[in-house]
Structures are given as C-alpha cells and as structure tokens.
C-alpha cells in the first residue's frame, strides 16, 4: 500500500496499526456500518465503530481501553465489517493485531481468559500432534480455564455418535511442526 | 530457418509485398540488412547471433517506402519499434508485414497487430541483462563521478550523429539540431555541443526508447549513448509503469499525463 | 534596422526610491538598437502616455519597452497607447521594475543593476517580436440547448429573451426533466409541477426557440462561433402537424403493461403515449420497441382510431444539419436504482423503493393519486425508514462523493410522509445533514421538531424481510454504535445522484472533457463554472455534477448569460498568442513530421491534421495544424514538439531563447 | 478423474458424518480423492488471533505439500480450512517479502500454484455436469441453504459467488429437486470459534439462523462448512435452553441432500451421527 | 568580486507564479536580488533545453515554477511539465549534473510570502555551493577547444 510509505511515525496504537497490518484508522468517518452488522456487537463493550473512534483519537488512554477491551476477543472474524464497510477498512485484520498487541502487552481482560485459554490449548494440539485432537482439547481447555463441568453432557453422545476420538491422530513429520512453532512463536511455546 | 525463407518467398511471390527486409551475409562476415525484392533472391535472408541491427529504422525511409509494401524481419526489439512507429502514424499497420523471430531464433508467424501485441506481453521488456548491470553500476556512483563519466566518454563524441541515423525513433525530417533559430545545440563537436546533444536525444526519447541499444552500437567511438536512452527507459517504468512499444495505440507518456504522478522533489 | 524606446517610469517613488531609474535609462539607451531612452515620474499618466506617444512618432521606433510595474497590471494600456501611435500592440513590452524589484529589493547598486539586466532582457525580446493581427472570427448568432430539464428549459428562455435564436434538443417525447417527476420542493413545499409547467409551455411557444424532442445530438464540427450540429430526430411515428393530441390513440392501445418511466416502474403506460399529462409537446409517440405493429406486423389500432389519420408508421428517423454558435450543455444527473445495492436486497424488495419512486407516490398526479402506499400491497405503510447517502460517500460499492441533495430531499419525504399519515412513524437514518442553503437547516429543524421525524446517526447495514415487512438493522453511533434494528414497512433509500446514462458518449461527440464520474467538467473550479475546457460550449444543472433546482437554475441563467455575451458580437476578436506550425515550400511543406504527439497534450483539441495531396488526390504528407479558434496559447506542445515546429506567438522559441541569453550576458 | 483432498482436523472427527459423505459422493462419481500427505492442522481462529506468522506458516506448509506431491488441484470441504488456506495464498502472492520469510519458516518451496476449490465449486465442476439419469430419488423438500461466513468473505480474496446473498448453493438444490427458500441469514455467523469458550453467544447466534429458517418452512438447512454445522446440531441443546424453545429443524450437509438424491443411503452419509434426528432419507 | 553572488533565473508562468511574485511586491516582502523572472504563459510551456542554455551562460541557479496541479490556468499544462521535470531530473542525474541548483515549486498567486521563501531559500543555498564551476568548465573547455581548432 503506497499510504505507508509516506507514515509519519507517531506513537500511537494508530499508526503501529497503521505500519504493521496497512489499516488506516483515518479512514473512518463513522458511518458505523460495522457495528450495525456485526452479529456480536451488543455483546461488545465496544462496538467496531467505536473502537475505530478511539484509535482515530491517538490517545493513550484510549488506546489502552482498546488493548483491555472485550471486543477484540469477541470479534468472530465473520468479516461482515470488511464486507461492508464503504472505505474498506479492514477491521478484521486489524483485530488480529490488536489481540497479539494485548497479549503481548499482557493487558488482556481479565474476562476474555477463556477465549485466550481456548485459543491456546487449540494451539497446544497442533503442536503436540500437528492435528487437532479434539478430546485433548477440551481437557487441556478445561485444566486452563478451571470451566471443570463445562460440556459434560456433550462428550459421552460425541463419543456415542462415533465423533471424538480416544487417541489423538498423530502426523508423521512432528519435528516439522515442532520446528515450526519454534520459529514464529518461539521456544515459550502457545504461552 | 526454412520458414522465415519460404516464409519470404510466398509474401513476394504471391506479391503480398514489394519488398522484404531482412538480414543476409556480408562479405566481412557480418551480417547486414537486406531489401530482397526478388523472389528467387530470398534464400540468401539468414538469421543468426549476428542479425542485431534494429532494421525499423529503414521503414520510415523514403527508399524504402519506395518500394510499396514491405515485409520486415523482427525481433522483439524490432516488433516494439513497429508498435511505436505505428502509434507514431510514421508506419501503417496496413503496409507492412512482420516475419517474427523469437529469442531463441525460431521464426514466429505474426498474422497480425493483435498477434504481436500479445506476443510482446509475454517478453521481457526490461533493458538487457547486460547493459541493466552497467546502469546500476553508473546509478550506485557519485554525483561527481557520474559527471567526470559522462564528460570523459562524451568528450569522444564526434557529432556524426549514426546514434540518430540508426534509431528507429530518430525519424523526424528536421532534426532539432537542425535548428538555427535559434540555435539551441552548439554546432561544433565540443564538450558543451556534445552534453547538449546527448541530453536533447535522451529526453526526446523519454518514453519512446525500445531498448534496442543500436545507438551504442551505432557510435563509432564507442560512446554508451544507449545506455542514456535506457536509463531513460527504466525511470518511465519506474514512475508510470509504462513499457514502450507495447501497442500500436500507445499514448506517449511525455503527452500524457494522470494527476496523481508522484514526485518527490517539486517544492 | 530596430529602433527600440525604453521608458523607464518611477512611479511617484516607487520605483524611484530604491532603482536609480535615472541611470537604468541612461545604461539602457547606450545599447545597440535603442534610439530612444528616457524616465518619467508617473508613465501611466496622461502626459506619461503623450511621451510615449510622441517618441513612437517622433522616433520611428519599431518597438518599446515600457519599464514599470507588473505588465498584468498596465500592459493592456501601454499595447493601447502604442497602438493609438501607430505602432503594432504586440510590439510593446514591459519590464517588472515595481512589483518584481523596487518594491522587493534594498536600495543599492544590485537593485539597479537587476533593473537594468530586466530591461536589457526585454529590448532584445521586443526587437525579435513580430507585429500580429487579432484573430477575427465570425459568430453564427443561434445557440443548442441539450437536454429540456429545468437548466435547460431556464438556460433556452434566458437566450431566446435577448433576442437570439435557440435550438433546444430533448431526448424523450417530452421536456421537464425530473423535476416535472417531484411532488413538492424543497425548502418551501410548494408543488413543483405548478411553478414548471408554465416555463414548459412558454418554451414551446416562443417565437425564437426551435424544440426538438425526441432528438439526439449525433455530431459536432468546429469551433467556438462557428459549429455545426447533426441532431438526429427520432421517428415518432406520426404527423405531428396533423396530430391534435386527442389522446384516444393512448387509451385505445391495447398494449397496456409497459412499465412507465415517467412514474419510475410504479405505474403503466401504453406503447403509444404520452409521458405525462402535462407533456410539451403534448402529442403521442409510439414506442417501437414494445407496440405489437412493430413487433408482429399487425395491430394498427391507433391508426384506426386516430380522427385526423396521423399515423405514420413507415415514418423514418430524420438527420438535419444545424449551424450554431455556442451550446449550452444540459443534460441532467440520474439516480443509482435501488437494485444497485447487494445489502438493501439487490433490489427484490418491492417495498424498498428509491426516492424519485417516493417522489411519485407522494405526487397528486402520481400512480396513487398522492396517497402514500406499498407498493407490494397498497397498504399505508405505518412505520417508514428513510436511508441517507445510499450509494453516496460509498468508494467501495458507490461512489465517493457526497451527492448533495438527498439530505433535502429526505427531509422533505419525511415531512410529506408525516402530513399525509399522521399516525405513521418516520425514521431517517444519516451520516450527516447537510442543509447548507437559504432556508434549509430551518427546514430539516421542522422536520425534526415539529413533524417529529426520527433522525438516528448511523448506517444501514443491511435489509432483510420477514413476514411482510423489512427489517431494517442499523446503528444509531451517537450512542457509541449501539445497533438498532427496526421492522419497518416500507423503506426509502436517498440513492446516490450520478451522471446521466450517455454523458460519456455525449461528451466524446462535443469534444468536451468529463471527470471520472462521467460528469461534464468545468474549465475551472472556482474562476469557470459555467465554461467547459472548448470554448463556445457552456454548461448548466446536474449535468456537472448533482445540483438541486435553485443552482440549477441560477447556472442555467449564468450560461445564457455568456452565450448572450459571446452573441452580442458580429465577429470574436481573439489575442493573436496562439501557436503556430511552420509550413515551408514543397516537398517538405513543413518540419512538422505529423506523430501528432501534440494532439494528446493539447487541453484544447485545437491541432487538426492537414493534408498535401498531389493532384489526383493522393496523401503526400500529413502534418499538424492549429485550429486558431480553439487554440488558448498554453505553449504545451511547443515545448513538446521534438523537431521545433510547431511555436506560440509571442512566447516565440527565438523570444524565449533570446530572453535567456540576454538575462545572463552582457553585450 | 483424480483430485487431491484436504480434509483438515474437524473431518477426522466430529464432522466425520461430512468426510464419509464427501468421499461416498466421489466414490459414486468415479473421482479418486487423495489425501494431501501427512497433512496437518491449518492453525484455524487460534492461530490468526494469536500469532499471525504461525497462522500463514501451518497453510503454508499443507500448500507446500501439495504442490511437492502435484497436487494442482485441492477439494478443501472445510470451509474454515478452505478460507485459512485461501486467504495464505492470497497474502503471500500480493507480498513478495513475507512470501520468503514464510518460505523460510516451513523450510520448504512453496510457490503458491495449486488451485483451490471449495465443497460447492467442487460439486459445481465434477457433479453436477454427471448428474443427469443418476438422480433416484429427488430431494423434494424445502431447504435453507446456509452459506456462513467464511465461503464468501472476503469477497474480494476468495472472489468466489456475491458476498451477500450468493447463490451458488440454492442452485445445486435445485438441480436435486429441492426447493431453496429465500433466507436472509445466508451469511450471517453462527458464533464459530468461541463454541466452546463463550457458547451461550453461539447459542444466541446460531438460535436466530435455525428460528428464522423454520420459521419460514425450512424441512432442513443446507451447509457446506464442519465448524456451523457443529454450531448448529451438536450445540442444538444450549441453543434451545438459550431460546427456550424446542427447534428440531434438522442440518444437512450439502453433500449429504445429494447424496441421497443420488441413491446413497443415509449411512452411507454419515446422518446416523448427527445431534439432530434428521427425519429425511 | 569581494563574494559570491549567485546568478539565479526563474522560469515561471503567468497565471500563478508570476502573479504570486507579483503580490510579494504589493506586500513589499524582501527578497533576494540575484533572482531574475522571466515570464512564460504556463509551466507546459517550458522547454528543458532552456534550463540547460541558462547554466551555459553563467546560471548558478535556476527555480522553475508554476500553479499548483489541479489549478493550471490551461488546466493541464502544469501536469505534463511535472512529467517533463520527473525526466528531466532523473536524466541529469544520472549524467551527473547536479539537480540541487534547479528549484521546483509550485507557487500560486496568492502566495506572495511563499514566494519570498522559495527565492530565499533557493538563493541560500546556491550560495553554499558556489559558483557552478564544473558546467562552467565544460563550457569554457569547449570555447578554448573551438579557439584552437580555428
């Protein structure tokens, strides 16, 4: 994008949005286009529009009230926003940022710790068994977010109806996979 | 080879054509142009490694036309050249056909405008490999180095202009140096007439030059001059994304325009 | 031999403060070729131009350079004063001594030698500077008005009124425009048919309007004072002079189901009609594509019925010939439909409507008499939602500009809504309100205080329907993106203005240029509204770009006015400064080698092709003209021409080359 | 007539009932599927929430593999993995830079040439040309054909039907026999990855796309993707719980309605394991 | 000569520039002196060749300066010499002729300060770089040369 080139920098979440995933927060003129589609924007604390609003102001404690916003967990990724939106902003992308922002910043909300649990025991799989194994999934969510009793009632007819394996399905080239988490997460792992 | 030939032979034959040019030996062993308007005389057309000269330049020349229509031998260089002398309105689409031969030497039917505007969308239609190291080599001097260059290499020129002669663009019946009124390029061959000359041909070619380099093979000095004209080449690549010689309907990038042209150094 | 006069002006103190003006004249007046030298206190003065006057005679000079202040500001009175003393105007020059040096430099030896060298420069210009002849041009005193809205109705009757001559070419059978289509108009509410109708028919009965409806313009030749015009006239199928407009032919037709553009598809007309009522001309066409005689071979009803047999249906399309001197282009704006909008339902939606359909159904002539009704099922609706800039400030699906008048307009829906269904609640929902305008913000605050139309803050995200009525899901962002979802019965979208189909072809047969929009493009933002970039044609209304009724108008005026101003001459005298292509003796004829670059960087059109033929006729060359009538003399495609053929008066290669040499060297 | 196969994780497990109808429908139109080798997990939401390089490196990986076995051609059924896959090949064609670093996580060539093709473009290009006499039994019932979210966005990436309100599936109903109702919630979401962590906003979601469905007379919804068919069926019981009602509105992959049209018995497609008794054979 | 007093000459056109300087005079805002108009119709109206004939005979200096894009008084003139300019520069680099003497600007009518500046700080810096001695004596080399061929 020809934009970027011209970036001044500034110290704004804007502008590392700006530089890193080539979202223009300026674009916005608050049509709110977003927020009216979003399917989970009443269950936001802050609808999309709304976070664009914050960003566009460059400030420092509203930049923090994104990072520490529910919204940015909530977020589906539907990407009803993008397809919508009149200026093209895509906010999707711009919500992965800001999730990998708040963590690395370690501001996520304290509320959203199951999705960010969820996320990570997902990735957990993957890198164990290069596949989703999805039992071991819902065991290691569960030890991650203490949600002990959560789906009991699911599993025992997921097993009847053929659909959750006892053994997790293990690729052959696992040191690939290891390797790979090691270059971009890094050795730490999902954590 | 024996398409490009029988190829000839069948375009005269048939009088499709008046006149088809083309490469054949000559007596040094090189290889020169060839205007073979006899049927019987087409088996002397060769095409090889020596076959470089850009043969464009002839169909703008009164002799040439003389003839009627002409068949000409082009390689790629050859083909842009056409392209712009068409979209120049120095040569009609009409009068002339092309014998197209491929980088690798092989004859390529060409059965039309179209054809060949497809044809040259698959090249390459940067500068040479060669001559693309040299410029960069130039681009990564001083400006001061760059300056003593230039002035060492044009203090040679000799102002016979074959640099002009030999390029298919240089077609204008006055040449502006030509003009005396004023007298924009000094006449004689002196550094100063020389810098002048050489800047009025690469701006004059901005957008226009095929990248041939038959001004550089041209000069009897062995001046670089081409490579002028392909500096020139490349930045209109770089700044407008424009290759010449792509159609036969190219707007000039020098007449044209888009509002957003970017620039960095107009205050 | 040149004998040049140098007059060096002190202007009071102005110059004379800082420029020894003595010593300019003194320095100056030693140069080869000055036969005459002197100062003045105040040059522009009476006496000041008696000297001038006087030396120029006295002399013999062959040019002067007048050493004063800015040329832009007193060329225009010393050219006169030369003129008046016998000497060609375009031999006079001036040297900037006030604005460009005393008013901007110390006092010191510097300023004066920098008067001097400015002056020197401008001797040896004026000594090269040939004598010209303003370009005379012949105006052929009759104007074309294209397109028969409300600009060009107003634009046709403002000429006709100064007592010229008008041509006025209309598309469809009848003119009006889509103003003949709106019900009230804003900010005043009063009907809009009611203050239209009468200009309707005083064009129609003017003595010197020629209205050709039905009409296209097919060509254009020329230039400024002098075009001509190929408008073809569309085979209407019948004598009109034999027609009375009776109107039995329409109510016999038996082709009855043809949607009705005049009602915007919400009503039906038959395939020989009348667009409306109120039409002018007020006489029947028969449209071939759908009348059943064209499609099958038989039916000829209408010739049956009609009283005074005036049908004709072998009647051709008839090309004429026109001469005119100025246009005036006026051809409208359209509306993106609402099938346009993939998340409003991609049209499928009968009660999703746009707001020229509104327009009709609030209408008293309209296809429900004014009564506010669905569409899909004649109902009242009782909750209406109005969206804003649907397709407007949209780069992604619409376009990016701001339309201009939905914000109006959609107030004025709104209330008409609220005045005609009491009970009924009135949604708006809008990015901002844009009511600048005498009378407007007023307008929309009654809108909201008093008929209580609900204004929300937010885009529509999309329209869906569930049981007969829609379901609008927007968002109101003044509540910090709260979403907001209303089940409504019927929805207007204020879609967005754009340019009229056929613009671009249009402009291609003017000559005239058009932005990206495909909207007619002014010769200047700011400085030339109302001019296009080809002199002689003129521009009025939504054509430029989505105007609503009083600026449509007041353009309209401002057009006629200069094609009043451009007739009110028997002949256009230009400045000679225009460029030139050199021409020489045979074979050669010129230098000009014809690749015709020239003719993409011309903002003009002005270059022609010229060709020298032998004499059976054949082409020997092809080379570059100027059209002198267009040509503005910007000087682009000299610098352009790569063999120096082509030059500009005044601004001459040898001038230009000359001022640099004589700026830098002494001689 | 051989095409390669992703599968991806969810069909080798709880969308199991999809890969058995998927692979009986090519095995009944005489195409050979091959299984990417030794494949693994494209990093699904997880990934691109939390690590973006991770979320362009695992599809990188699965493309590269691909293109090193030949495989020109790869049938994605997962509609998750098929957008992952597909928004990969995107970004890395239109940034040069990343391309490489990618290139030089997986350690591998990756060039970006396979051609990637959905559930529906694959039923569009190899079935439904062979359709003809091999339809027994017609699938005549009214359907809502589902597309979610990640079949047609974004739009411009996948390019794939119209974003909003596409069509592409309603037609391949239709040519079995079966009647596409008009449903607006084609592409809203059904909640997608927070299922497990934040399932009573599943519940709310996915609950409006069966309400409106039924309630327009749907027999059955229609969908091509394992993550909303999970969202729909197995969380049926917090959806109902959410709502407060009880919808038996059964969900049917679309592979499975053809399936029956073309004789395949309702084993044979897996609806023995779907949550929802689906009252359709 | 006690200093160095650049030679500068300003292309301009008539519609913007020209008449901008025109106001720095009515608003009597002081400027350099070493600076000399010389007045064109439009920026499109210059040729390249005269900012190479101004370096010739003495130039230290040259701005070249017109409307603002999008308010050319011909309305296109100030595009295409943008293109030209782009060119031109790139071209003169790579020979190696220092572009730091040219000064492009738009400067429009109304901004008589702007103009003040633009001299100013053109005048300046010429001043730092001196007298344009390599141009010079490539052209003093070709007058010797032409002396001893006759």
Known sequence: MSHSAHLIERDSLAYAIEKHVEVHTQKCYQCGKCSAGCPVATEMDLPPSLVMRLLQTERKENDEKVLRSESIWLCLTCEMCLSRCPMEIDIPSMMDYLRQKSRSEKKVNPKMKNIVSFHKAFLHSIQYTGRLFELGLILDYKRQSLNLTQDMMLAPKMIGNGKLHFIPEMMKDMPHITRIFKKTIGKGGSK | MINLVSRADELLESKAVQVVIGYEAGSTGKARPAFITDPSKTGSLIFDDRCVQNLAVYLTKKEVRYFGKAAIVATLPIMRSIMMLISEQQVFAENIVVLGVSAEGKYIDIAGIEVMQQYIATCDLGNPAKDQETLAMLNKMSTQQKFDFWQKELSKCIKCYACRQACPMCYCTRCAVECNQPQWIPVQSNLHGNTDWHILRAMHLAGRCISCGECGRACPVNIPCHLLTMHMADQVHNYFNVYAGTTDKMSSVMSTFEPNDKESFIQ | MARIGVFVCHCGENISATVDCHKVAETVGKLKHVAFSTDYKYMCSDPGQTLIKEAIKEHNLTGIVVSACSPRMHEPTFRKAAAEAGLNPFLCEMANLREHCSWVHEKNDMTTDKAIDLVRTLVEKVKINSALQPIKVPVTKTALVIGGGIAGIQSALDIANTGHKVILVERSPSIGGHMSQLSETFPTLDCSQCILTPRMVEVAQHPNITLYTYAEVEGLDGFIGNFTVKIRKKSKSLDEKICTGCGLCTTKCPQKKIPNEFEEGLGFRPAIYVPFPQAVPNKPVIDREHCTYYIKGKCKVCEVVCPTKAIRFDQPDEVIEVQIGAIVIATGFDIKRADFFPEYGFGKYKDVIDGLQFERLASASGPTSGAILRPSDGQVPKNIVFVACAGSRDPAKGIAYCSKICCMYTAKHAMLYKHKVHEGKASIFYMDIRSAGKNYEEFVRRAIEEDYVNYIRGRVSTIYERDGKLIVKGVDTLLGGQPVEIVADMVVLATAGVANHGAEELAQRLHVSYDSHKFFAEAHPKLKPVETNTAGIFLAGACQNPKDIPDSVSQASGAAVKVAALFSQNELTREPLVAFVNRTAPPLYSTCVGCFLCQSVCPYQAIEREDFKTRDGKIIKTVAKINEGLCQGCGTCVALCRSKSIDLHGYTNNQMYTEVMALLNEY | MKIGIYPGCSLTGSARDYNESVFALAKAFDIELVQVPDWNCCGATAAHNLNKELSLSLPARILATAEKNGLDEVLVPCAACYSRLAVTQHELKMNPELKNRIGEIIGMDYRGTTKLINVIEWIDAYIIPNLEGRITKPFDYKVACYYGCLMVRPNKVLNYDRAEDPQTMDIAMEKIGAHPLYFPFKTECCGAGLSVSRTEIVAKLSGKIIEDAEHRGADTLIVACPMCHSNLDMRRPSINKYWESDFKLPVMYVTQAIGLAVGLTAKDVGLQRHFVKVNIS | ?150
Not at chain 5, 4 to 33: H, M, Q
Not at chain 5, 50 to 64: T, Y
Not at chain 5, 137 to 150: G, H, I, K, P
Request: charged content about 20%.
């Open chain 5, 1 to 150: 000569m006690s200093e160095f007093e650049p030679k500068v000459v300003a292309f301009v056109c008539n519609w913007c520039t020209y008449a901008g300087a025109d106001l720095t005079g009515t608003s009597r805002i002081r400027y350099a002196s070493n600076v000399k108009i010389i007045r064109f119709p439009c920026t499109g109206r210059i040729d390249f060749m005269l900012l190479l004939k101004s370096f010739a005979n003495g130039a230290d200096g040259i701005i070249v300066s017109g409307c603002h894009p999008n308010d050319c008084h011909y309305t296109s003139g100030n595009f295409h010499a943008k293109r030209r300019w782009i060119m031109f520069k790139e071209l003169m680099d790579f020979m190696g002729i220092d572009m730091n003497r040219i000064t492009f600007s738009w400067v429009s009518a109304a901004e008589g300060a702007r103009w003040a500046e633009v001299v100013n700080t053109t005048v300046a810096r010429i001043r730092e770089l001196g007298p344009y001695v390599s141009y010079k004596q490539m052209v003093n080399t070709a007058v010797e040369e032409e002396v001893t061929n006759d």
